[in-house]
């Protein structure tokens, strides 16, 4: 493999020769000396050649190379390194002394301002911009921040199957798709098999998968794909034990993600990282109603759950009482919350469940689950769920189980929030709607 160096290394290395690789982002051709940007995975560094061809057109080969680069070509430099502060591209440039094409670009289909639908036909030249390069760098820091935070927590990694036979949320928004004799469905969530983790006695457990949703909406945080970021735990009291999991994991992926981009991510988007204070502000959702009723809004809604204005404008209230981009919605009734969601003692219209909003959306919703399986039953009953269908899963509680809860979380969601994106086709590598399905 070619020993290159990586841009953002360049200037830890002392002048002499150097060799770097990545693809052309503009060409200088000047008369006397050509410059070109070259950009990496890392950053970009200003290759500049001097031509000895003024006098003599076509005797410099080198020259000749340059004029004929294109933009997105990738290539290979081995030249001088040479500091020197006048260079405004981080005070050094590389003098060339060979050039590898690896392989030259057509003419470039999009820009910088072409629409996000034109950028997402040519997705693997839009990740090529700086800025979408930083939301992917941020994500991998915030997902191995909680994975090292789970497994230094004692939790076990599962692997929960995308192909089944039943709906794992709701019949709605469910895929099907031929499976040999039969028909299988793509899994909502991983919600029963992670649930599976409790009797078999595996105490706590996370999962990062894709999760699948058949919802017809175009709007800025919905996608027919999406990674679900799950985990469950055994003996919780209450959806408290989940909530306060919940936040120490946050608190340590934002920790981490503050620390390696923040700097980054403030000059890129313009956007302050902000470790959140625990505990997170917890607001009851007839409560939440009330505060937005007071501040004059009602939520048009008729089930009586928050719409997206609703969510906004509550995350704007607790922004400014408490400082904080983080609030938990808790105890939604009964009637909005699937039945596997356990209920009050006191008050069984009120279910021990939260979403989580973040900067104004949800990113989450988790609960206690409700583990007495006579319990379970009534309640799938009374949603419309046939028992005998729901058969494997209710034998999870028929054998032992302890007291669980725990949580989903939309990673595309929680990265669009945390970077202030519009959408979340900005940092999806391939985003999936219902009319895209390509690349
Ligand atoms: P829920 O259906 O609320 O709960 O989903 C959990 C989180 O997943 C994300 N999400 C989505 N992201 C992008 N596009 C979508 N179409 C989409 N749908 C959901 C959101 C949401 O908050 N089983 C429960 C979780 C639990 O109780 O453990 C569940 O799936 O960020």
Redo the contacts with the bound molecule.
Sequence with gaps: MTSRTLVKNLAAEADGPVSVSGWVETVRDQKKVQFVILRDETGAVQLVHPRTDVEEPGSDPIATAISALTHGTFLTVTGELKHDERVKLGGLEVKIGDIEVAAAALDLPIADDSSIDKRLDWRFLDLRRPEQNLVFRVQTTFLHALRTWWVENDFIEIHTPKLMASA??SRA?LFEVGYFETKAYLA????FF?QMAQPAGFGKVFEVAP?F?A?P?FTS??????I?V???ISWVDSHEDVMAMHEQLLVAGLTAVKEKHGAEIEATFGVEIVVPATPFPRIPLTEAHTILESRGYTVPRTDGDLDPEGERRLSEYVKEQYGHEFVFVTDYASGIR?F??MRHEGDPSLTK?Y??LFNGT??????Q?EHRVDVLVEQAREKGLDPEELGFYLDFFRYGVPPHG?????????TMLMLHQPS?REVTYLFRGPNRLLP
Excluded at 406 to 414: A, D, E, K, P, S
């Design positions: 794992s949320e928004e909502q969530s991983p919600q992670k999760a949703r919802d909406s945080r919905h996608a027919t794909e999406f679900s799950d985990a469950e699937p596997y969601h469940s979403d989580l949800e990113i989450s919703t988790g609960a689950r725990g949580f989903g979380m939309g990673l595309n969601r929680v979340i």
